[in-house]
T-cell receptor
Framework: GQNIDQPTEMTATEGAIVQINCTYQ??????LFWYQQHAGEAPTFLSY??LDGLEEKGRFSSFLSRSKGYSYLLLKELQMKDSASYLC??????????WGAGTKLIIKP | GAVVSQHPSWVICKSGTSVKIECRSL??????MFWYRQFPKQSLMLMAT?????????EQGVEKDKFLINHASLTLSTLTVTSAHPEDSSFYIC?????????????FGPGTRLTVT
């Protein structure tokens, strides 16, 4: 079956760095997304990886290893506004998004 | 950037009534729109895929006679929850795929919070 695994909750300190991991098993693979979702709001797009390696975008970076079925989202210089859920989603061979349950990130001062 | 709107942003209705939710792509044409439902503290669950000019494709377990989807144009899709019940109370989110865009060109609406009393 198709499955996405990511930690349920993580806590980090303002100004620090945090890495949120995601492993996936899908029927075929056409890329991996990371979304940020604040409570009560719709998700907002953060990144899309389809090739192996690290993509950096400001304070956020996303990494993909297709051979390992693994991705991570790296957040640097954490700010209080980064407190949110981070959703990992993989695109399968039918271009359907398979969603993880999300990682709730709590930032402490 | 591409903007997707939803209307209403929140709605309260009585059990047994029907509610229509609109999803519009404001500045681009979308061949495909997706409808999701999200219960508290859970991830998004895809309900259906809506393609302009054709019937929607529903995910397993989603009643197509209860959740009516119409994708009348390249900028508008509607979801009607018929004979709503309290268990239908949820956060409904649509997303639109940019015409001729890549798989990463998916934009989400702000969501509609439905409460059925």
């Amino acid at each position: 079956g198709q499955n996405i695994d990511q930690p349920t909750e993580m806590t980090a300190t303002e100004g620090a760095i945090v890495q949120i991991n995601c492993t996936y098993q899908t029927s075929g693979f056409n890329g991996l997304f990371w979304y940020q979702q604040h409570a009560g709001e719709a998700p907002t797009f953060l990144s899309y990886n389809v090739l192996d390696g690290l993509e950096e975008k400001g304070r956020f970076s996303s990494f993909l290893s297709r051979s390992k079925g693994y991705s991570y989202l790296l957040l640097k210089e954490l700010q209080m506004k980064d407190s949110a859920s981070y959703l990992c989603a993989a695109l399968d061979s039918n271009y359907q998004l398979i969603w993880g349950a999300g990682t709730k990130l709590i930032i402490k001062p | 950037g591409a903007v997707v709107s939803q209307h209403p942003s929140w709605v309260i209705c009585k059990s047994g009534t029907s509610v229509k939710i609109e999803c519009r792509s404001l500045d681009f044409q979308a061949t495909t729109m997706f409808w999701y439902r999200q219960f508290p503290k859970q991830s998004l669950m895809l309900m259906a895929t809506s393609n302009e000019g054709s019937k929607a494709t529903y995910e397993q377990g989603v009643e197509k006679d209860k959740f009516l989807i119409n994708h009348a144009s390249l900028t508008l899709s509607t979801l009607t929850v018929t004979s709503a019940h309290p268990e239908d109370s949820s956060f409904y989110i649509c997303s639109a795929v940019l015409l001729a865009g890549g798989p990463n060109e998916q934009y989400f609406g702000p969501g509609t919070r439905l409460t059925v009393t």
